[in-house]
């Protein structure tokens, strides 16, 4: 199946620094999505990127789909200890009913 | 607003032995999903549906079986459970082919 590559595992990182992780695969996606989940939760949707090249913010957050359709980024500005949790890039595996396909996700860790 | 809720939320059974977890949601999204997370692994899709009575296999389906009869509900059920099912697993709806997945809090599934 398609794999999304997603790096770094885990980021340490003090309060008020700016954060960026990204996502990579093979194959060529049409979405890129990305989301949040805290502990004891589901994930919640951050971003949805729907064209190649596109830049979309947030708030603080600010995510980009690649030019060639198979990477995406995620930037964090000016980090707060509400912004950790696990982010996940995602996208639709298939035509889009048949669910979505994960990143193994980034770990943030904020230092007060 | 109840949205997307799971039941139950903990849950501990033994190897052999058939457990349903339960998906309910009051949005009457046509489509549902389940996935489970383990380390290492992010989220896997299990099964799908698109509409009440469509059910169709995800990434791992093996060991589990799931019904839609009504649209709300999407029960999961581990047949006989293994050890290899301890995971978390989530419960997601969508209202249209392709666009969001609400995620539900999670049942955290041990296996003996």
């Not at chain 2, 903990?10 to 996935?35: A, D, N, P």
Request: net charge neutral; charged share 15%; with cysteine.
């Amino acid at each position: 199946g398609q794999q999304l590559n997603q790096s770094p595992q885990s980021m340490f990182i003090q309060e008020g620094e700016d954060v960026s992780m990204n996502c990579t695969s093979s194959s060529i996606f049409n979405t890129w999505l990305w989301y949040k989940q805290e502990p004891g939760e589901g994930p919640v949707l951050l971003i949805a990127l729907y064209k190649a090249g596109e830049l979309t913010s947030n708030g603080r957050l600010t995510a980009q789909f690649g030019i060639t359709r198979k990477d995406s980024f995620l930037n964090i500005s000016a980090s707060i200890p509400s912004d950790v949790g696990i982010y996940f890039c995602a996208s639709y595996s298939g035509g889009g009913a048949d669910g979505l396909t994960f990143g193994k996700g980034t770990h943030l860790i904020i230092q007060p | 607003d109840a949205g997307i809720t799971q039941s139950p939320r903990y849950k501990i059974t033994e190897t052999g032995r058939q457990v349903t977890l339960m998906c309910h949601q009051t949005w009457s999204h046509s489509y549902m999903f389940w996935y489970r997370q383990d380390l290492g692994h992010g989220l896997r899709l299990i099964y799908y549906s698109a509409a009440a009575d469509i059910t169709d296999k995800g990434e791992v389906p093996d060991g589990y079986v799931v019904s839609r009869s009504k649209t709300e509900n999407f029960p999961l059920t581990l047949e006989s459970a293994t050890r290899s099912q301890t995971s978390v697993y989530f419960c997601a709806s969508s209202g249209t082919r392709g666009g969001t997945q609400y995620f539900g809090p999670g049942t955290r599934l041990t296996v003996l």
